[in-house]
């Protein structure tokens, strides 16, 4: 990210500004989650956190200029109280974005937003960049998918294309070959699953096989993509990246990582809504490695409230991934758990209500222990 263009801190709420010209962003700050933080709702401190336990009590404003980013913080009183003082406008869009951050999602694929889902990794792939080969055939996927349900996944996400970098991509027959029996048995058992794909046909037979979920790392680029799922009652995951797997990290560059990515969502969503499909049905990912620095991805990763103004839920992947490496002394995917649980708990804590992940048994127990604390009352 050019120095210019660098987020900058700023001690006060932006004044004076063109509206029209220099987008207006507000994330939830300040947040909290048990007993004891649920008491400033009642004092219009604070508000749910997408309409979960959680509570934020102050806004991180951010204004985009043809230069910087200005970014602030203040407690959320005080950020209604500015907006309103400058102007109709911006009180508006503030106020729409604060109840968006707010508001409950509505079940997503059958399952209440409530609280963090867990998504199960199945790759059906000799090459993908943390299994490669480990569920190549249909039975050892299978089998390992059903296990991850054992273990409290509440999805189970099925591709068949490594979208590693620099991956090549696979024929969509291939694809299709590698996972429509896995998702067909899956789904025969009654669970949620999930087809991990960017290709339209290899969609139409996942879903024909009995999946609920598209989870699109191109988010539905595919020009046949968007009519067949206005069609249908699919759910879909739309990811943000840029260029293609294998161009995807050749040099990133950003204005603003996290401002750029809600944009991009944004525009995305706008194409789904307008195709007929409804927000319920609906979801976005950050996309963490898809075209992105590590300093992309903390940014990003810092800021991830900022999508729950987008009103739909958020699904977050980081589990096993580079940047955990690059974070820590360079381990090797099977070796980053631990960097894994806590990106996913601070993903769950910024309202993340679909996380994706290899280790199915350790998230949902890390998940289970974060919330007894938050929900603990000391006798």
Not at 51 to 72: H, K, N, Q
Request: net charge negative; aromatic share 4%; with cysteine.
């Amino acid at each position: 990210m050019p120095a210019a263009l660098r987020i900058m801190g700023s001690p006060a709420l932006p004044r004076g500004f063109s509206f029209a010209d220099e987008p207006l962003y507000v994330g939830p700050a300040g947040i909290d989650a048990g007993p004891g933080a649920r008491a400033a709702v009642a004092a219009e401190a604070a508000w749910p956190l997408a309409g979960g336990p959680s509570l934020f009590t102050a806004c991180r404003v951010m204004l985009r200029r043809a230069d910087c980013v200005i970014e602030a913080m203040a407690p959320l009183p005080e950020v209604i109280d500015w907006a309103a003082g400058q102007g109709e406008a911006v009180a508006r869009h503030v106020s729409r974005l604060i109840h968006r951050i707010g508001a409950p999602r509505p079940p997503f694929a059958g399952l209440s937003m409530d609280r963090p889902r867990v998504m199960g990794i199945v790759n059906c792939t000799p090459d993908s960049f943390s299994d490669g080969g480990d569920r190549f055939d249909a039975a050892t996927a299978i089998a390992a998918g059903r296990m991850m349900l054992e273990r409290g996944a509440d999805i189970v996400d099925v591709g068949g294309e490594s979208t590693r970098p620099g991956a090549d991509p696979v024929p969509p027959e291939e694809e299709i070959r590698r996972v429509e029996p896995v998702v067909r048995a899956l789904a025969e058992t009654g669970a949620v699953v999930s087809i991990d794909t960017r290709h339209a046909v290899v969609m139409e037979a996942a879903l024909a096989a009995g999946a609920r979920i598209v989870n699109d790392v191109s988010a539905l680029a595919d020009p046949a993509a968007l009519p067949l799922l206005a069609r249908g009652e699919a759910s879909v995951v739309l990811m943000h990246m840029r260029g293609d797997p294998r161009t995807m990290q050749m040099d990133p560059v950003y204005a603003c990582a996290p401002l750029d990515v809600w944009d991009g969502l944004a525009a995305r969503l706008a194409a789904c809504r307008e195709a007929g499909i409804k927000d319920h049905r609906l979801c976005v990912d950050p996309g963490i490695g898809f075209g992105k620095t590590v300093e992309h991805n903390l940014a990003i990763l810092s800021r991830l409230g900022l999508l729950l103004g987008l009103g739909v839920p958020v699904a977050l992947g980081v589990s096993r991934k580079s940047v955990i490496g690059k974070l820590s002394r360079d381990e090797p995917p099977k070796a980053r758990l631990p960097g894994s649980l806590a990106a996913a708990l601070e993903g769950a804590r910024q309202g993340a209500t679909i996380l994706r992940v290899h280790d199915v048994a350790e998230t949902v127990q890390a998940l289970a222990v974060a919330r007894a604390l938050s929900d603990f009352v000391t006798p």
